[in-house]
């Protein structure tokens, strides 16, 4: 499942870097955008320093032809005013319903526009004539136009008499009137036409702006979410790395817990066929091995599959109400024999349970817990209690003791079991809950397979509670059991009990017993 996760993760990773790289590609288009347009902007302003010239020196030439009546002043004055002219052939080509941009390119050259620039102002002519800024610019322009078209047409009227020197012609007179209100016009014009293109500039300006803004804000939030995802990736790999490693050493120690009881049992089965002169006693001892070691390899594998049905969430549990005296009582009489013989006591709000006289089974655990009801299930919490007991006594020192606390809320209770061992340091407490990790304990004399805490966990996180150790070396160690509260502790049903004296008639008694819980 991991690497199933991992490969969505990095198909997932795939396609946020198909958008990551169109996002850069389209923040670079729209740089160029950007770059292109104000260089167009910039060739329109150059190109209208060139249509003002033009049309300044067209007029200086043509008062020197007035005067003059020389022709060569008349030729200089046709060849200034060309260039305006040319950009208004070149206006005119781009507005024509399908543009003819190779004729206005020649239109924009031949009014003395660079050839670099002239790419960028189609482009700009075609693509943004519709819009404010643009579509005053060229309402400016085209009157200008307009303006030179006049002073040509007045020019050419008076020139016949100009050349006769019939300065006092009504064609004359009107170019010398007219000529002074031309200029002012077109200056003005020329004037609000650099305007506009200044305001254009900086429309477009702020516009690109806000897009380029917009567009890198994109990027930052999707390279952000490239970063978290390639981090997120990062981690799961490690993840992965670490649980295939677990699963290394978990199959590695399982092994070897699986292979000491089967040797044995192997061994002394060969010693059975082999030794045919061993007494009845000597075979007996070494079935008794063999059933031990069988034993041992059972709870070991029905502990291997109780952990793997609580980590996979298909552990069978049958919740119902219980006392937790009665449970402690029940998991004392199978941890005893072990204390006496580590030489261990148990406690109870400070006094210590005498657990060698029959007369005090009953006030084992009343004294701090015959009235806590929990919901749990009744078999899973006895073997959780036995595991946390018995890694109490094992773990502990001679003349130490095992103690019970337990504290209660509205709706759950926490029960505590603390020993006087020797505890587990910081470091060790990082692997605290892996499989088979016996933290050390495996070169020491104490018996154990490394699963019980871990296992105790599961089942109480199965059952809705919580299990949690603390502890510091050399200070013992304590294990903490959350459980729900019952709010109904009459629900459990007492059996019938009968005395020892009664007897059945009739025959011999036939009893069928069934049981759906796991014995």
Known sequence: MPIIQLLKHLAGLRSVTAVFVAIVLLQVAVAAVSIDMLSSVRGYVAAESLYSKGQKDALLYLKDYIQSRNELDYQQFIRALNIPLGDRAAREALELPVPDKVAARLRLLAGGNDDEDVGGMIRLFVCCHNLPFMAKAIAIWREADDAIDEMHDLVERARPHIYTGDLGADAVRE????????????????????????MAAREAQRWLIGVNLAVALILVAMGGGFLRRCWRIFKEREALEASNLARTEFLSRMSHELRTPLNAVLGFATLLRTDTAATLNAQLERVRHIEDAGQHLLALVNDILDLARAESGHLTLSLETVNLGELIDEALALVTPMAQLAEVTFRAQGVDLNLSRPASKESRASSFAKDVWLIADRLRLRQVLVNVMSNAVKYNRPGGYVAFDCKQTAESCVLSISDTGVGITARQMNDLFQPFNRLGAERSRVEGVGIGLVLSRGLLEAMGGGFAIES???????????????????????????????????GRLRVLYAEDNEV
């Open 175 to 198: 170019l010398n009137a007219r000529t002074p209100l031309l200029n002012e016009r077109l200056s003005r014009l020329e004037r609000n036409f650099s305007d506009s293109l200044g």
């Open 472 to 506: 510091a070396a050399g200070q013992g160690t304590v294990a903490k059991m959350k459980l729900s509260l019952s709010s109904c502790p009459h629900a459990v049903n007492t059996p019938e009990t009968y005395e020892s004296g009664t007897t059945v008639t009739g």
